[in-house]
């Protein structure tokens, strides 16, 4: 039974059960422990180094993160296509050279080409 | 004993012996840190508690647990007390896949010994967006929102910079399990892949700094700006959590340097490249591991003493208009110098 593939990530849930209860143990064990101050409104506010809080956190931010996150999608998409590739590449090269190397070849090519792309429209400008 | 029934009991006692001995690096990594800054800056550091100040750690983590555990009004609690779990446990279980020893009488030194390894570790490391950002969206404030966005911005950049940074290390191999990349760097000092792919290492031990919000990329707490960044609202144990977090992936990171570019548990001197025969050797495997892991960690400590922080503006020019073309060269160089070498 053991020798399945699946089994071999018994021991990662293991872990997983592991680490869920000694983080769990100690978020418990400081609610448990710990004093209960009064709690005055001003506790109950939002840290702004002493100054009262002059608006509601977390409102506007900038745009240029969102196309830093869309970016991130196509580009590790793409590399984690290039997986696969590296670890049979050199078994590859003995007998089909061409098609392993002339494919990542045009891989990478047209990666670059939407690499370009994205730097002449400038989203990796990030002062603008 | 069935098979079955050892396998459980071992993989148990291989989680629970793992996860202690991290625990305890991080609480000494703390103290590490704590000492080599305060060397660097001609000041003492803590060295009351105990001898040379060694049972520091266990009077930190005593304060952590008896201070009040405040939960601000203003905060979305389920988010609030999600985010410090999920800063933690991605630290924990990048864990599984890396080998710290050859063997011990039969068992292997490898929680888990995945074949897809590495693609294991790429997507537990990429959860650790997760924790920064709920802490920052949880704690519904400015400064630790700030903190958070631009952690997520920061981290998804360099892990495009790091998956891209160790491809040429599993086209020299062939494999994406540990073991193997391990097997493979044994049998001489030149077989280690520092040297055989140095601009992998280079590019990914950068992004490592960045993945593990390390100075020079430690914008998402840059304390001059963002009073702490997103644990900001943080008191008692779960304050506590971030930055065990923080230590636990940084440990988590030189285990992987160690494992991909360093030999990981091998010394091409005195026979230990060999999987151990005997306990000694077996022993002997895990004590050169920890000395590396050691050693790449008191690295990150100093480096972050050391050097000043990026601006936001370079940082992310540098990870996207330097790393990302270096890192697409380097793969199409290593595949050229591979087929040329035949």
């Known amino acids: 039974m053991v020798e399945q593939q699946i089994w071999q990530y018994a021991p990662v849930l293991i872990l997983l059960l592991v680490a869920l209860g000694l983080i769990g143990g100690m978020l418990a064990a400081s609610a448990a422990l710990g004093p209960r101050g009064r709690r005055p409104p001003i506790k109950d506010s939002a840290y702004e180094c002493g100054m009262l809080p002059v608006q509601p956190g977390g409102g506007r931010f900038a745009v240029k993160f969102h196309r830093v996150a869309m970016l991130f999608i196509l580009f590790d998409i793409a590399v984690v296509f290039l997986y696969p590739w590296a670890v049979v590449y050199r078994e590859m090269l003995a007998g089909q050279a061409p098609a392993v190397l002339g494919g990542v070849l045009v891989f990478v090519g047209v990666l670059l080409v939407g690499y370009l792309h994205a730097v002449r429209k400038g989203a990796f400008d990030w002062r603008g | ?342």
């Open chain 2, 1 to 342: 004993m069935t098979p079955t029934l050892e396998f459980f009991l071992f993989s148990a006692l291989k989680v629970v012996a793992a996860a202690s001995v991290l625990m305890a690096m991080v609480a000494y990594t703390v103290l590490a840190e704590r000492r080599i800054s305060a060397f660097v800056q001609d000041r003492i550091g803590p060295n009351r508690v105990g001898p040379a100040g060694l049972f520091q750690p266990l009077a930190d983590a005593i304060k952590a647990f008896l201070k009040e555990d405040f939960v601000p009004g203003h905060v979305r609690k389920f988010f609030f007390w999600l985010a410090p779990v999920l800063v933690m446990l991605p630290g924990l279980l990048s864990l599984a896949v890396i080998p710290f020893g050859s063997r011990l009488g039969s068992q292997p030194m490898v929680i888990a010994d995945l074949n897809v390894g590495i693609l294991y570790t790429f997507g537990i490391v990429s959860l650790g967006v997760y924790g920064i950002v709920l802490a920052g969206y949880g704690s519904n404030s400015k400064y630790p929102f700030l903190g958070g966005v631009r952690s997520s911005a920061q981290m998804i950049s360099y892990e495009v910079a790091m998956a891209l940074s160790t491809i040429p290390v599993f086209m020299i191999v062939g494999d994406l399990n540990l073991s193997r990349v391990i097997g493979h760097q044994a049998g001489g000092w030149s077989h280690w892949m520092v040297f055989q792919a140095p601009l992998s290492f280079i590019l990914f031990i950068a992004a490592a700094f960045a993945e593990t919000n390390r100075l020079p990329f430690d914008l998402p707490e840059a304390e001059n700006e963002l009073v702490a960044g997103h644990n900001t609202e943080y008191s008692s144990i779960k304050f506590a959590l971030f930055f065990m977090g923080e230590y636990s992936s940084m440990i988590a990171m030189s285990a992987m340097t160690v494992t991909l570019f360093f030999g990981g548990w091998t010394l091409p001197v005195f026979g230990l490249d060999q999987p151990a025969a005997t306990w000694a050797a077996g022993i002997a495997h895990i004590a050169v591991f920890l000395s590396k892991v050691a050693l790449m960690v008191c690295l990150m400590i100093y480096v972050r003493w050391m050097w000043p922080r990026f601006r936001y503006d370079q940082l992310m020019d540098l990870g996207w208009r330097r790393f990302v073309p270096l890192g697409l060269a380097n793969i199409l160089a290593t595949a050229l110098v591979l087929w040329a070498r035949g």
